[in-house]
């Protein structure tokens, strides 16, 4: 097995009487795809909201690349190389599409405290930030106000700004909420091709992507692990065939969860 | 897309110009109460342009600005009362007392977002508003006298009134510039994302705390520039420089003038505190031949219900302020 980038080891969160996380265990090693699935409120959002370091956990450890990453904050993360994008868009409205992903860009080119050069006419910030904004497939919108944006260019956006600070893994926050089934299948070969460079941790409702995509699969329910492993044993999984499946094939297969709410 | 002549920056231009062409019109006329006016009119303008600084660009609205202002003139008023004239002394203390001021609320207010950090900044010019009035020896409440004025050897004379506004107008300038490089500037960018979406920001690695203590350590220690100006042009300082309607005071200029841009504070501040003055005076002038000399007078004592209305019309219609308004028109 290759070394592992990412290690969480008991990772545990509650919200009053709510268990959110409950002792999630889980290995991934570099250059894996790994899914999360579940059913709605099974934690999957809450446990990459804990891995971005956005949310203090009650219990556990999370290391990346060795290191203990359990106390560091958000920040911190994403200068390691820990990249998420949210399920929810989370974009900067008022600025164009380049400048969005300039940010991005500024954000790994050192510290920020430069107060004189105007910023909107560094190369060095800007070029990058085409080029990311090109494999997005949005290079025709780069001055266009984020606000104008259609709801599947966001979804791109989301993820050129991911790369754009050029990460060694990423979070996944279901990237095609709310997508159709063009905009999906064209997300399905972005990831396709990322998978070959990055590792990824996918959360995503959408079961044919996640079974087209994942090298393994995680499935939580209420928080806590019932399965993981290869797309094929979870298939053939009594308990999440139960817990989750069920529902699916008796939808001849077809993702009846897709741009389902949140998870 | 943007060229040089529009309307927009026509008015700007000439609102600057009439600016620098006040002395010359005092000197003409010997109307000195204008050039005085004007005086407090770029001082304050200053500390507009400073608030916005963190308000419309960072999306920090703090509500203790005009604490600055105190606090940069009870650093003149308090060395001058010892007997410490030399400017060169007393400005760049002001300025250091501003921003460790400024370190300090930032520090702990920073941690709060919305009107929880509204309220903690505005508790803290309240503090030094408090203890400005416990300072017996300073005049406590009623404030004191400054009898010299900052002394800058031969560079400068102060006392002069002309001088001393050029070198006021100068210093608005001066700051409005380096505003308007900071805003353009990586930081700025990274003060600009975390007004606009401080969580995402911090997703892609900015430490967002940091960029924003310092932008409001920086607005801090400019608005102290204008507090020890402010102090020099009344030769007087008193707790109310900072009273909390002072500091809504700030807060009206900007967003009068339109807090998307440097400039938008300035034409705020020009038009709110001109409006302060002529308001009464139209009033009263149109309103006595229609209900006689001595009511007019009464009715003019509530000017504000005039500005009231204006000030909701261009928070309603004009989101973008006088200067939302000048680009609109451009556009439109």
Known sequence: ????????????????????????TLEIPKGELHAIIGPNGAGKTTLITQLAG???????????????????????RSQLGLARSFQ?????????????????????????????????????????????????GLGGRADMLVSRLSHGEHRQLEIAMALATSPRMLLLDEPMAGMGPEESARMVKTLRELKRELTILLIEHDMEAVFALADRITVLVYGRIIASGTPEAIRANADVRQAYLGEQEEAQGKSVERGAANG | MSTLFTLRNAFVAAVVVLLALVPVYAALTGNYFLMSLFT????????????????????????????????????????????????FLQWPLALAVSALFALVVGALSLRTRGVYFIMITLAFAQMVYYVAIGLDRYGGDDGMTIYKRSQFGDLINLSNKTTFYYL???????????????????????????????????????????????????????????????????????????????SG????????????????????????????????????????????????????????????????????????????????????
């Open chain 2, 249 to 332: 005071d700030l807060i009206v200029m900007a967003v009068l003038g339109g807090m998307g841009t440097v400039l938008g504070p300035v034409l705020g501040a020009v038009a709110l505190l001109s409006f302060e003055e002529a308001l009464p005076v139209l009033i009263r002038t149109s309103a006595s031949p229609l209900i006689g000399g001595d009511a007019a007078a009464k009715v003019a004592e509530y000017w504000q219900i005039v500005l009231g209305p204006l000030f909701l019309a261009v928070v309603l219609f004009a989101r973008g302020g006088i200067d939302g308004l000048l680009a609109g028109i451009r556009r439109g």
């Open chain 2, 40 to 87: 407090r009119i770029v001082i304050l303008a200053m500390a507009a342009v400073s608030l916005n600084l963190i308000m419309g660009f960072g999306g920090m609205v703090s509500f203790g600005h005009a604490a600055y202002l105190g606090i940069g003139g009870y650093v003149i008023g308090i060395l001058a009362k010892e007997g410490v004239n030399s400017g």
């Open chain 2, 168 to 246: 006021c107008l100068f210093l608005l300038l001066a700051t409005t510039y380096l505003v308007w490089h900071i805003v353009n500037s990586r930081f700025g960018m990274a003060i600009q994302g975390s007004r606009s979406n401080d969580r995402r920001m911090r997703a892609i690695g900015f430490p967002t705390y940091r960029y924003k203590l310092v932008c409001f350590v920086i607005a801090g220690t400019l608005c102290g520039l204008a507090g020890a100006l402010l102090a020099n042009h009344t030769d007087f300082i008193s707790p109310a420089t900072m009273h909390w309607t002072r």
């Open chain 1, 1 to 24: 097995m290759a070394e592992a980038l990412l290690q969480v080891e008991g990772l545990s969160k509650r919200f009053g009487g709510v268990v959110a996380s409950d002792g999630v």
């Open chain 1, 88 to 136: 929810i868009t989370s974009l900067f409205l008022d600025f164009t599409a380049l400048d969005n992903v300039a940010l991005a860009v500024q954000a790994h080119a050192g510290h920020s405290f430069h107060f004189w050069r105007g910023a909107r006419g560094e190369p060095a910030l800007r070029e990058p930030a085409r080029a990311a904004l090109d494999r997005a």
């Open chain 1, 54 to 76: 956005e949310l203090e956990s009650d219990a556990g450890r999370v290391r990346f690349e060795e290191r203990d990453i359990t106390a560091l904050p958000t920040w911190r």
